[in-house]
């Protein structure tokens, strides 16, 4: 699959929420997580496990029958992850849960999906700092639907950040010379 590219807002970029660093790598733009908490303000972030070069975010999770920690990568609209364990090929159709892996707080919230195909409605709720504003991850394994939930910012442009997904070539061969 092509890589798939769209450019960050320009209004979203003059007021980045705090949690979420703007990098320009080969003339790209990308948003990268920079800090994630559960709901009771642990820190989501591991700095020992890094994707493409940035901490990646740790979570502890459940697909099918299996569970165990599954890693994250940070740039949004990557779908990149590291598992602990060996999701089953019948296990990756269904919903992924995930809990807070310092105090195993549930991430999960009920929330529709409207991604063509997915009508999930279940989603994997991360809170930025600040307590306030909020990204929610669809739980369906392989849905690419995710969102950013800031306050103060216009539906236009979440709406746009909402469309930023990198499918296939998203790898560190990308990144080279950097
Ligand atoms: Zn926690
Ligand atoms: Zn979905």
């Keep these: 699959m092509q890589l798939v590219y769209k450019e960050v807002p320009m209004e979203f970029l003059a007021a980045l929420p705090e949690g979420i660093k703007y990098v320009q790598k080969q003339g790209r733009d990308f948003l990268v997580i920079e800090q994630l908490y559960c709901r009771d303000g642990h820190s989501l972030m591991a700095d020992h496990v890094r994707m493409h070069g940035e901490p990646s975010i ?5 697909i099918g029958k299996k569970r165990g920690l599954m890693f994250v990568d940070a740039f949004w609209g990557s779908h990149d992850k590291l598992y602990s364990f060996l999701p089953g090929e019948a296990d990756l159709q269904s919903i992924t849960e995930a809990w807070c892996p310092h105090c195993g707080v549930s991430l999960m919230t009920e929330r529709h999906c409207t991604y063509e195909g997915c009508g999930s409605d279940q989603a994997i709720l991360l809170h930025l700092p600040g307590g306030v504003n909020r990204i929610l991850v669809c739980a369906k394994h392989g849905c690419p639907d995710h969102e950013l939930v800031i306050q103060r ?26």
Excluded: C, S, V
């Excluded at 469309?163 to 061969?173: A, L, P, S, T, V």
């Design 58 to 62: 740790r979570l502890d999770a459940r």
């Design 153 to 178: 910012l216009p539906e236009e442009i979440t709406r746009r950040i909402r469309k930023i997904n990198y499918f296939g070539e998203f790898h560190d061969d990308m990144f080279k010379g950097i």
